[in-house]
Structures are given as structure tokens and as C-alpha cells.
């Protein structure tokens, strides 16, 4: 089953199996029957998750119900916990949208939600994200996630995702990190698609960051603040849920 999760995450286009992942999961989920591991997004409970990963798949990551993975459940949980994105009035521009997401959030009647991608079919708004089609702070809050490790300039694109915010709003851009890395890896002169899957683990990837992505982001022009919310969550709550284990969450300000 793993390799045949990595064949298919590597060969058939992303816009694709957006569209069809969905029903292929619904259809798996049957032998996933038990309680063991729950998803903090859609309720469901299972007795594990689907494994899921383009070069060495991980076991219990996918939701076969709604499509989260660790980082959108511990993403979803920060939401709930640690912000006022359920309850305040806010103007949302989403970036690159998560399937387990767009539902749910474009029903939430405190949401003015704005979906946006440069090619993705799940989002409204067709837009390169180095140069945003909309005025200086428009939004209160910016999702961005495992979006900046694909544009050519993501110093630019911080820069644009700023200049949209209103002065009091707040953004997260989470993006794969190497914690082995002290600092981001980037060659713009390879262009090889097999060089670059070798070199930063995808054949569509700019760069690999490392532990010095709080400083790109000050970089891009944001104040960040780094919350431990993930690896300070108790050790039950990390099975049962099935979250990242290391991820920092950088909440980022004007
Ligand atoms: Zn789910």
C-alpha cells in the first residue's frame, strides 16, 4: 500500500489528485474501522490513519474522511486554542487552500474567506502570490502553508502577503523545515527536476529551509512569534490525534 501511496503522490499531478484523492480515500477508509486515532477537523475516528508521503511514506498521517494530514490537525487544533479565527468577524485570504479546509472554513458565518492559488482547482481567486491582486490591508488573517519552499522569490511573496494584512492582523505561513539544516538551502541555478527532488526533496521545490526559517519570515518583513504548541502538546493528545511531533508554529505580525 506505501508504495503504491508514493508512486501515485510522485507520478500523477497534484491538480488531479486533488479531485479524485477524495473518493479513493472514502472507499479505503472501510478497512480503517476503530476509535484508536481521531481527527481533531472532521470528528472522525478510525483505527489509524492512511500512511501518506512522496519518497518514504509515513504511517497513520492521512484522515481518509476530510484529507488532514499531522500538520493540518495540529494547525486546526492552534485555530481553536490559541486564536479568535471561530469566533471573530475576519477577512480571510487563503493561500493555496487544504482540501480538509475550504469546506469548512467557507461555512463559517464569521468568514469572509478568500481562496486563492496560482493553479490549484479547489481555489477561487487565480493569482501568482509574487504579485497579489488586492489592495494594501484588505485582510485580517493570511493562511499560507507548504507554499513558500515552491516560489522562485519567497522573500517577495512575504513582502506581498504583508502588504495585504491590515496592520492588525495575523498570518500563518508553515513551511517544511530540516532541523538538521542551521541554515535554508537554496540554488536557483538548479532548474534539473531530478537534481532539485535529489537536492531539496521534491522536483518542484526552490529551496530546503532550515532552523533559520523565523528569520526568513523577519526577513519577508514579520514579526514572529514562535509557538511551541506542538511539541509542548501532552503525549496522549499527540497519538490519539496523530500531530507532528516538532513543528513550531510561527504566528506572524505586521
Ligand atoms: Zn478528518
Known amino acids: 500500500m506505501k508504495s503504491i501511496i ?17 473518493f479513493a480515500m472514502k472507499i479505503y477508509a472501510i478497512f480503517l474501522r476503530g476509535t484508536r486515532v481521531s481527527c481533531p477537523v472532521c470528528k472522525s475516528k478510525f483505527s489509524k490513519f492512511v500512511p501518506y508521503g512522496r519518497l518514504e511514506p509515513r504511517d497513520n498521517a492521512l484522515c481518509p474522511n476530510c484529507l488532514a494530514l499531522e500538520r493540518h490537525r495540529l494547525m486546526y487544533m492552534y ?4 486564536t479568535n479565527f471561530f469566533q471573530a468577524k475576519l477577512k480571510v485570504l487563503h493561500v493555496a487552500p487544504e482540501y ?46 507548504h507554499v513558500l519552499e515552491h516560489v522562485e522569490d519567497d ?32 540554488d536557483k541555478t538548479i532548474t ?50 496523530a500531530l507532528p511531533k516538532d513543528e513550531i508554529i510561527y504566528l506572524c505580525q505586521k
Not at 485555530?79 to 490559541?82: A, F, G, I, R
Open 6 to 22: 508514493s508512486w501515485t503522490l510522485r507520478n500523477i499531478p497534484r491538480k488531479y489528485l486533488q479531485l479524485v484523492s477524495h
Open 79 to 82: 485555530l481553536q486554542q490559541k
Open 100 to 145: 480538509c479546509f475550504i469546506d469548512r472554513f467557507e461555512k463559517m458565518k464569521n468568514l469572509d474567506y478568500i481562496t486563492a492559488d496560482i493553479e490549484s482547482p479547489l481555489a477561487k481567486v487565480k493569482m501568482d502570490l509574487h504579485h497579489i491582486p488586492f489592495e494594501d490591508n484588505t485582510f485580517d488573517v493570511v493562511f499560507c502553508n
Open 155 to 186: 522573500i517577495q511573496c512575504m513582502r506581498e502577503m504583508r502588504r495585504v494584512l491590515k496592520p492588525t492582523g495575523w498570518a500563518i505561513m508553515q513551511s517544511p523545515q530540516d532541523w538538521s539544516l542551521a541554515t535554508t538551502f537554496e
Open 192 to 241: 534539473d527536476p531530478k537534481e532539485r527532488e535529489r537536492l531539496f526533496k521534491q522536483d518542484d521545490h526552490f529551496r530546503i529551509y532550515g532552523r533559520d526559517y523565523n528569520k526568513r519570515l523577519e526577513q519577508g518583513g514579520w514579526k514572529v512569534t514562535e509557538d511551541k504548541f506542538g511539541v509542548n502538546m501532552p503525549p496522549d493528545q499527540t497519538m490519539r490525534f
